[in-house]
């Protein structure tokens, strides 16, 4: 009763540890930055917008703090430990690397870039270099890379599970221009989780906080030694998650064959890093691994999309969903992303003209004929009520007419989040007056 007394002590200083240093807001105000920026995107492409930022940064954070317990559960009984110094070192690299990339935040990055550099220390006379520099070299060689590559695998692992829980949510509509100059629609899949974590840290000469003097024998692959003067507990935000550009397929799809991905890196840098820890000159291997396995993970996708044909597109069966807002007549009926209009109160949609033509042939009746994924017919319908919004509420695969398209995402850096200039660019329509009916047709909201 008195362990889990102090453990719970603990554990409230750390979390008023994590909620007063800056590092947590920093990774939510990026998050919401990513966010926001995309529901901008939205208004510009489609006129409409699917979902607010705050509806999805709000449930981020509460999922992050349960990811984070359960990560931190799984590292304290492996023995994975951090230490104030590796904090500042991660997310100092972090910082760093997104001025290149946004993708950069994935701590995957920033610890083996330590672990690289660590290594190469063995080529550096630190003794020689200037006081400040020589403390500073002192502080990444103490670092323990193993400890943390674990660490970057389990993150990896928990983020891989609620990919495939709440990917498919997080997915959201674009516009880009495919081959040849021909608009097509894609998802871009954009989810991220500010994660709070609890680690445990060895109690050292330095370290403030209560200590737990206990054994700590459920540690199979650390050194009991190092816990024998006790140990208390550290807060650690990180953020995780994945921002990919799929339209060769459904974002369901996507988001779970990126899931598995995940899961088998996950695996293999925890082996790794444990190989590396049983035989040390595996440590650069092992950091190694952590950088390119995930740039692998990234051009094994981007890779798989240019080889595959683009799914959002019309066909000669009729109008291809792109997206459905929620709340809207479309969403009540059960139209999903993906299928494809066919018939509108009896008429063969192959146009968005039919398809208007065809929704206003019975002012207080709609019937529509949907083929699914599989092909397979499915019949809706439902009573229009009066002063009800005329709309249907899809949006529909680009054609011809579209004039707005959005930049490449995977090329955002942190000075884009705080740009306006890349969100959409134009491209002249066809006819201008006829652009505007095809956004009543596919109904979108026209008021700017």
């Known amino acids: 009763m008195e362990v889990m007394i102090d453990i719970s002590k603990q554990l409230g200083e750390a979390a008023l540890q994590l909620f007063a240093q800056p590092f947590y807001y920093i990774a939510i105000l990026l998050i919401a930055l990513l966010y926001w920026r995309h529901e901008r995107v939205e208004r510009r492409l489609f006129h409409v917008r699917i979902y607010d930022w705050p509806s999805l940064v709000l449930p981020g954070i509460v999922t992050g703090i349960v990811a984070g317990l359960s990560v931190s559960l799984a590292a304290a009984l492996i023995g994975i430990f951090i230490t104030p110094a590796a904090v500042l070192w991660i997310w100092g690299a972090t910082g760093v ?5 946004i993708r950069y935040l994935c701590f995957a990055y920033a610890v083996g870039v330590l672990g690289v550099l660590q290594w190469s220390l063995g080529w550096y006379q630190a003794d020689a270099a200037q006081p400040w520099l020589a403390a500073l070299l002192k502080s990444l060689a103490s670092l323990d890379i193993v400890n943390l590559l674990l660490l970057v695998a ?10 495939r829980m709440q990917g498919p949510k997080l997915s959201r ?35 403030a906080g209560i200590q737990v003097a206990m054994p700590v024998s ?20 990180v953020v995780i998650g994945v921002s990919e550009v799929t339209g060769s397929m459904l974002p369901r799809t996507r988001a779970h064959k990126t899931a598995d991905s995940l899961l088998s890196y996950s695996l293999l840098l925890a082996g790794v890093a444990v190989l590396a820890k049983l035989w040390t000159p595996l440590l650069l291997v092992a950091a190694l691994g952590a950088l ?6 990234v051009w094994l996708g981007t890779s798989r999309e240019r080889k595959q044909s683009p799914f959002f597109v019309h066909d000669e069966r009729g109008l291809r969903v792109l997206a459905v807002v929620p709340g809207s007549p479309a969403d009540e009926l059960g139209i999903s992303a993906g299928e494809i209009l066919h018939k509108a109160n009896g008429l063969r949609v192959r146009t968005k003209e039919d398809l208007y033509q065809g929704l206003t042939m019975n002012s207080a009746f709609c019937k529509l004929e949907v083929l699914n994924s599989e092909g397979e017919s499915k019949f809706m319908q439902r009573a229009r009520f009066e002063g009800e919004h005329h709309q249907l509420g899809v949006i529909l695969a680009p054609d011809v007419l579209a004039d707005r398209h959005a930049s490449p ?30 956004l009543l047709e596919a109904g979108q909201e026209t008021s700017r």
Do not use: C
């Open 292 to 297: 390119l396995g995930h740039e692998a993970l």
């Open 97 to 101: 690397l997104i001025l290149f990339r």
């Open 218 to 237: 459920w540690l199979p692959l650390f050194d009991g030694g190092l816990w024998a003067a006790g140990w208390t507990i550290a807060a650690l935000p």
């Open 154 to 163: 389990l993150l990896h692992l928990a983020e891989a599970l609620l990919l």
């Open 409 to 438: 995402p995977q090329r955002t850096n942190l000075f884009h989040l705080f740009s306006a200039r890349r969100l959409a660019s134009s491209k002249a329509p066809a006819v201008g007056v006829v652009k505007q009916t095809a």
């Open 173 to 207: 509509p674009l516009l880009l221009a495919g081959k040849r100059g021909r608009l097509i629609g894609v998802y871009q899949l954009q989810a991220f989780w500010p994660v709070t974590l609890f680690v445990l840290m060895p109690a050292m000469p330095e370290s």
